[in-house]
């Protein structure tokens, strides 16, 4: 019967046994090979059921069999009663080892889910110096493992369903009832209800499913994969959406701000953490804007320049062919080219690729004259700066806002890039995350907010969660009077 | 719904593509032109300009020690009927265009300032691409040899001509750095007049090329001279730099100076110095009957630098004695300029803003001849100058030496 949904594929494992002794009949146990944990099968299934099964008194009906290898053999934690086909399907792929009885209508699904996977590791992308050095896995049930030792509270829901015709993923969303609005909450159900598709591989598939604007560089859904980012998202009202099969988890609803904060803010110094955050904020308006403003300035408003600046720029650029706008298009693409090489090339080549572009075509570009060495501090300065933002996607619009800004600055000069910042800034006010604002500790302004934007105040004035996220009744964090101050002069020591 | 969109689009995007880039310069095709000259030769306007070479600056600027093997500027003049038309034949010579925004001096000739410097503003305050800020200054002959000339230690001599401007304004304050919105001013305020510095090429032959460079000690070389008179827009003389001392007080124009005085009144020769750090001029306009007297007030502090008097500094009343004496030596310098400016019958010391402001219905009937009656104002000067401070040594060394 199986094998005519599955086809005869030899990773599945029918295992017979037909033993008369005991007076049970025609036991079958079906699994596949790969998806099972091969211990549990051996010791919690088949070794009870082949040895202690004749210390059973052998009752008379197949379904009295059922009843008592259910309740008195399988010591396995999770075990169920199937009545369909296409259930016992479902179970079987998804590790579990089924127990079939002959002459028995129901079948049993004992959970020896198992096999190889990936252990937790450092994370790989968002890296901090002080905070957990765990990472979330492939596997959705060691990411709701980490987040449950991280949130012990009793509101914290988990909601699994499966999603994709033929991966059958299974996606999670995880908050804490009371703090996360239920209307959004309720929004995330119905979106990822909505999804019908026949594959979900990354949570990226997802993203993009139930991301409220496609339209937009910007990314409108955070994603960590790092279970304290999530589990702080969790408490300030988000929602965590975890897909299986990959790390990165995703924190819906999200603001414009929160894609600054790296959660090592939270773990060093506030004053530390305050520059460091405007220091993130200035480079993403180098990354995005300092060639078109060199560009600009460059070759319309000279006269913004001091004089001896000038002058050695107008030195570099003597001899230099092209055009200022061609110069920084040409060392802009060689960068993306030089990044994306970078990621692609296997590990082995990566000191040859650097050899190649800082000095074939950092430094030679410039003493062969085809672009000016300022043109050079210009683009590599950018690209350092773009590498500051903690959130990699944030850090892609950036880039991408780049090049538009660019040909504003080169074609309009400041005047267009002046515009293309109103255009985008009016973009900005008008996306929402799940009926967030994207803006919203800035434009709505919201005060309390303000603590934790621009720059971090240390944790005892944090007293508020951020209202656009947490629900209403339950904003507040923690009690009054909680700045540590020095013992009165009253108290004995 | 669509098509309009993209219609739209599209022609939003021809607009950048078919609008943008008119007035586009690449630095490398910009002439940077550090200082202009002006100069009137038979009834036309010749407009000299120092344009710097960026590479041979950005080479000798890397080069420390070197020195400079190129030239760091070039000069070349063109001619026509106004200053703009001038500057415009020079597409006919240059491969660059001229560009004025990082001028820093405007040098005139005293035979153009005598022509009247009205086209000068009118260029500087039509045209937004060069600035009000430049100062102006005033050579004697021809004004375009001022930019040939070479500097020492600075590279771009405009650029030098400027910094020393800046400095002597701040330290010694004699001749004033007056910018050409400064200029503006004094000629449309009630006073119509202003005074410019000089700056002349003191020795021959002029420094004009690389060779000549390479020696300790120039041929020759730039420096600031006398004060030049503006009434109207036309320039009608000189004051020297001594007067100009006294010009500076009553013009409340002292940052910081420095001057020989006598320690007390039997010595009258001036032994020693005194720096001047602080000083503020207040000029109160008196009338008494038809005449007009001025109250000159200066007040000023600041250090004594040296002194070669036979004195002791402990004593209080030894350094009320220096003051007096500081005080009247002061009140001289403002007295012979008060002559020298009342010979050129111009009111450059602004006594016209003064009255106009204390007197208004008065100056209606004064103004109608005001060079007259400026001749016939008095001046009562006042000066208070505190010495704060004495230096490390209350002693001289005269004393010293002398006693033993």
């Known amino acids: 019967m199986i094998q005519t949904v599955l086809g005869t594929s030899s990773d599945i494992v029918v295992r017979k046994i037909n033993d008369d002794s005991t007076g049970l009949d025609g036991v079958a146990f079906v699994y596949i090979y790969d998806l099972i944990d091969q211990q549990t099968v051996n010791q919690m299934i088949l070794h009870p059921l082949m040895t202690e099964i004749g210390e059973q008194t052998s009752p008379s009906s197949s379904s009295e069999w059922l009843k008592i290898i259910k309740n008195k053999v399988l010591s396995v934690g999770q075990v169920k009663e199937l009545h369909s086909m296409d259930e016992a399907v479902n179970q079987l792929l998804e590790g579990c080892t089924l127990v079939f009885l002959q002459g028995c209508t129901v079948a049993l699904a004992a959970n020896t889910y198992g096999g190889e996977y990936r252990s937790i590791e450092e994370p790989s992308s968002q890296t901090v110096i002080r905070g957990p ?157 300092l060639p078109s403003l060199f560009i600009a300035i460059s070759t319309f408003h000279q006269e913004m320049l001091p004089t001896p600046l000038l002058i050695s720029l107008a030195a570099q650029r003597e001899g230099v062919p092209f055009p200022a706008i061609v110069e920084a298009l040409l ?65 892609i619009a950036a880039r991408l806002i780049r090049f538009v800004m660019m040909i504003l600055g080169g074609t309009l000069g400041l005047f267009g890039i002046m515009s293309g910042m109103m255009v985008i800034l009016i973009h900005l006010a008008g996306l929402r995350s799940f009926g967030v604002p994207y803006l919203a500790p800035l434009s709505p302004f919201i005060w309390t907010n303000w603590k934790d934007t621009f720059i971090r105040v240390p944790q005892w004035a944090m007293k508020k969660r951020p209202p656009t996220m947490a629900s209403k009744n339950n904003i507040t964090r923690q009690g009054k009077g909680q700045k540590p101050a020095p013992p009165g002069p009253n108290s004995d020591t | 719904m669509r098509r309009i969109a ?120 039509r045209n937004p691409d060069s600035r009000e800020t430049v100062s102006v200054l005033i050579a004697e002959g021809n004004a375009r040899k001022i930019l040939e000339q070479l500097m020492q230690i600075q590279i771009i001599p405009g650029d030098g001509i400027e910094e020393m401007m800046r400095r002597e304004a701040a330290d010694f304050s004699a001749l004033p750095n007056v910018r050409i919105y400064d200029l503006a001013m004094g000629i449309v305020s009630p006073a119509h007049s202003a005074v410019l510095p000089e700056i002349l090429v003191s020795g021959s032959p002029g420094v004009t090329s690389v060779d000549a460079m390479n020696r300790t000690s120039l041929t020759s070389k730039l420096r600031l001279g006398r004060l030049a008179v503006i009434r109207g827009d036309k320039m009608i003389g000189w004051l020297t730099r001594n007067e100009a001392m006294g010009v500076a007080f009553m013009r409340d124009e002292i940052n910081a100076t420095t001057f020989s005085f006598p320690c007390h009144s039997q010595d009258r020769k001036e032994s020693s110095a005194f720096r001047l750090n602080h000083s503020s001029t207040k000029v109160t306009p008196r009338k008494s009957g038809d005449h007009y007297a001025m109250e000159i007030a200066v007040k000023g502090e600041g250090m004594l630098l040296e002194t070669n008097c036979d004195l002791d500094l402990n004593k209080p009343e030894v350094i009320k004695e220096m003051e007096k004496q500081l005080e009247i030596k002061v009140k001289d310098m403002i007295k012979t300029s008060w002559n020298a400016t009342k010979n050129l019958q111009t009111d450059i010391l602004g006594f016209a803003d003064v009255i106009h402001r204390k007197y208004p219905k008065q100056w209606k009937q004064l103004k109608k001849d005001w060079p007259a009656s400026f001749v016939q104002v008095k001046i009562d000067p006042h000066v208070k100058i505190t010495i704060k401070r004495m230096g490390l040594s209350k002693k001289s060394f005269k004393s010293i030496t002398e006693n033993n």
């Open chain 1, 133 to 289: 050095k765990e990472s979330f896995t492939e596997n959705i049930k060691t990411n709701i493992s980490l987040m449950r030792r991280r949130i012990k509270s009793t509101e914290l829901r988990v909601e699994l369903r499966q999603i994709g015709k033929q991966t059958k993923t299974h996606v999670g969303i995880m908050f804490l009832k009371g703090i996360a609005k239920d209307k959004i909450v309720e929004e995330i159900r119905t979106r990822l209800n909505r999804i019908d598709t026949d594959s979900i591989l990354e949570s990226a598939y997802i993203e993009e499913f139930i991301q409220d604007a496609n339209m937009t560089p910007f990314p409108t859904i955070e994603n960590t994969e790092r279970p304290d980012a999530a589990a702080a998202g969790i408490l300030e009202g988000q929602i965590a959406i975890i897909v299986d099969g990959t790390p990165f988890v995703l924190l819906a609803p999200v603001t414009f701000v929160r894609f600054f904060q790296s959660s090592e803010d939270f773990y060093q110094r506030y004053d530390i953490a305050t520059f460091l955050r405007i220091i993130r904020y200035v480079s993403f308006f180098i990354s995005m804007l």
């Open chain 1, 331 to 395: 060392m802009e693409i060689t960068f993306e080219v030089l990044r994306e090489a970078g990621v692609r090339m296997p590990r082995v080549i990566g000191p040859a690729i650097s050899i190649v572009g800082a000095l074939v075509l950092g430094q030679a570009a410039v003493q062969a004259g085809l672009v000016s060495a300022a043109m050079v501090i210009v683009v590599s300065f950018t690209a350092i700066a773009n590498f500051v933002i903690p959130a990699i996607n944030m850090a």
């Open chain 2, 6 to 125: 993209r219609v739209f689009l599209l022609s939003i995007g021809m607009c950048l593509v078919t609008t943008g880039c008119w007035d586009r310069t690449e630095l490398n095709e910009l002439a940077i032109t550090s200082a202009t000259a002006i100069d009137w030769e038979d009834g036309q306007w010749v407009v000299s300009y120092q344009v710097v070479i960026p590479s041979a600056i950005s080479a000798a600027m890397s080069a420390v020690g070197e020195g400079a093997s190129k030239l760091p500027v070039i000069v070349y003049s063109t001619k026509g009927k106004t200053i703009r038309d001038a500057v415009w034949h020079s597409s006919l010579e240059s491969p660059r265009k001229l560009f004025f925004s990082h001028t820093r001096v405007i040098v005139v000739s005293n035979i153009a300032a005598k022509q009247g410097l009205g086209p000068l503003m009118d260029v500087y305050f």
